[in-house]
């Protein structure tokens, strides 16, 4: 056995999933990462970007930013339930964290606001006490904004609308409807309002509330708008949950890349027949070729697998579904499960899955009937087959790697954190994380050996929240995936990117 190559797919992205943004007082556009953990500052002239809250300080998922009068940044916390503040020497205090899911957040003068993003949600005031609530019902807020006749404008993602309210409460008022898809509404200098829609197309629609109420739309073709912000020129930023990055865009809808995009993950990774390469992407499907491309937006993807025209998939919230590329259908073969992560395929078409959360693997057959393989296991990562037939689990809690039959047999043990396998020819290959590297095991000897050490430092510990809060997803754990490639090769997802690797011998 010799060692690999490696050759990074796409470049890592600096902002991995980009939220919230809004301009800080150093002229910088300040971006919450809610997959990462941590909020960043960019030279919207440069694109340089600095860390400006790690992954590993008190503030979990952060979603929206808004500065305050006196400088201090506020953040909300969306899966933990909490806003912060983050004051000017770089301290945080907890403004409060009796909010259910918080998202949007706006100042009315010295007059903090945030919204919550829940079926039935609240718009509330913050201040030294409980939150006063203004208005409930709302259809899943997120980011708002203080408008010219002094209400905050917010959506409803649920039902495509967008409400105003006046900041000392009373009834809403509807102000637009039929709005595809809205994830945040924005005011230009000029007053005209514009709202972002979270689909594919990356779809902006301006109404001009001043005048006749008109609509006009610009489509960006930025994949999963967030958040927007503009500057004193009246130039427009926007961020991407899906695809990360920063990108200004013109008035005719043309953009200028400012921070790259690329991966919020990537999780799983396959290779079809063909010798294309798909990795799941938590909210999208993707393939890496020089860039990202987003083959669909269909959260939440982390486990996939190829199987002809269809991709089969996990999410670690619970869901085994199969895509359709020729008609884009997605069939859901089974729910309620917990954590499942790695999947492979039968030659019969039967979906084998290991379930984290349960310690099990499992089988979907073709009418979609849910089966055991096998029970018992820590936290089964992900599962492969060999050219017999026979398939494989890794076992992250108890870093081993086992070959499922009557009974478990241990193939691979003393492994830290072994997540995606595969395996060609006669060798395992296992992404062992804990020491962030690739080991190989001869599956005739037993015998082990590390065929690549992944450069860099490890990521930061962070704690991570809730895989569910108030029934909607969380931040879902990092999943490194392995897949097998043409010619021996190998495709490893690390590092925000996914790595080809190929044997040292050959060119």
Not at 210 to 217: D, I, L
Not at 274 to 291: C, F, K, L, N, Q
Request: proline share 7%.
């Amino acid at each position: 056995m010799s060692g690999f190559r490696a050759r990074r797919l796409t470049r890592p992205a600096p902002l991995r999933g980009s939220n919230g943004v809004t301009f800080g007082p150093d002229g910088r556009l300040y971006v919450a990462q809610f997959l990462a953990g941590e909020i960043s500052a960019v030279d919207p002239a440069s694109g340089d970007v600095e860390v400006i809250v790690a992954a590993d300080g008190p503030v979990q998922a952060p979603d929206d930013l808004a500065f305050g009068p006196d400088g201090s940044l506020y953040i909300t916390d969306l899966v933990p339930g909490r806003v912060w503040r983050r004051h000017p020497d770089a301290t945080f205090s907890l403004v409060t964290d009796r909010v259910r899911l918080p998202n949007g957040i706006a100042f009315a003068g010295d007059r903090l606001f945030v919204n919550e993003m829940i079926p039935r949600g609240r718009l509330l005031e913050l201040g030294a006490g409980e939150p006063a609530v203004l208005t409930g019902d709302l259809a899943m807020g997120n980011a708002m904004q203080l408008g010219p006749d002094g209400h905050l404008y917010y959506p409803h993602m649920l039902t495509g609308e967008v409400f105003r309210i006046a900041p000392d409460g009373g009834p809403p008022d509807l102000v637009a409807a039929d709005v595809p898809e809205p994830v945040a509404v924005r005011f230009d200098r000029a007053g005209t309002l514009l709202v972002l829609s979270r689909g594919a197309a990356g779809v902006i629609t301006r109404i001009d509330l001043a005048g006749t109420g008109g609509r006009s739309v610009l489509t960006t073709g930025l994949p999963g708008l967030d958040n927007a912000a503009f500057d004193a020129e009246n130039r427009m930023y926007v961020t991407s949950f899906a695809g990360g990055g920063l990108a200004e865009v013109h008035p005719d809808g043309r953009t200028r890349e400012v921070a790259p995009r690329g991966f919020a993950g990537p999780y799983g990774v396959t290779v079809d027949l063909g010798g294309t390469v798909h990795a799941a992407d938590h909210y999208r499907i993707t393939e890496p070729r020089g860039d990202v491309t987003t083959t669909e937006l269909l959260p939440f993807a982390h486990g996939i697998a190829a199987d002809g025209d269809l991709l089969h998939l996990t999410s670690q919230y619970g869901q085994v579904r199969t895509y359709d590329r020729g008609t884009r259908a997605v069939r859901t073969r089974a729910a309620g499960l917990d954590r499942p992560l790695g999947i492979g395929v039968r030659a019969d078409g039967t979906l084998v899955v290991a379930e984290a959360g349960a310690g099990r693997v499992l089988a979907v057959d073709a009418g979609d009937a849910v089966t055991e393989l096998a029970t018992g296991l820590g936290r089964p990562a992900d599962v492969t087959a060999d050219g017999e037939g026979r398939w494989y689990v890794s076992d992250e809690e108890r870093g081993t790697v086992y070959r499922l039959g009557s009974e478990l047999t241990v193939v691979a043990e003393d492994l830290q954190a072994p997540q995606g396998i595969t395996v060609v020819d006669d060798w395992l290959y296992v992404a062992e994380t804990g020491r962030a590297r690739v080991v190989a095991v001869d599956l005739t000897t037993g015998e082990t050996e590390v065929v690549l050490e992944l450069p860099g430092t490890p990521a930061p510990a962070r704690e991570f929240p809730a895989l569910h809060a108030h029934g909607l997803p969380g931040v879902p754990r990092p999943f490194a995936g392995l897949a097998a490639g043409p010619g021996g090769s190998l495709y490893l997802t690390a590092g925000g990117t996914v790595v080809h690797l190929t044997p040292a011998e050959r060119p």
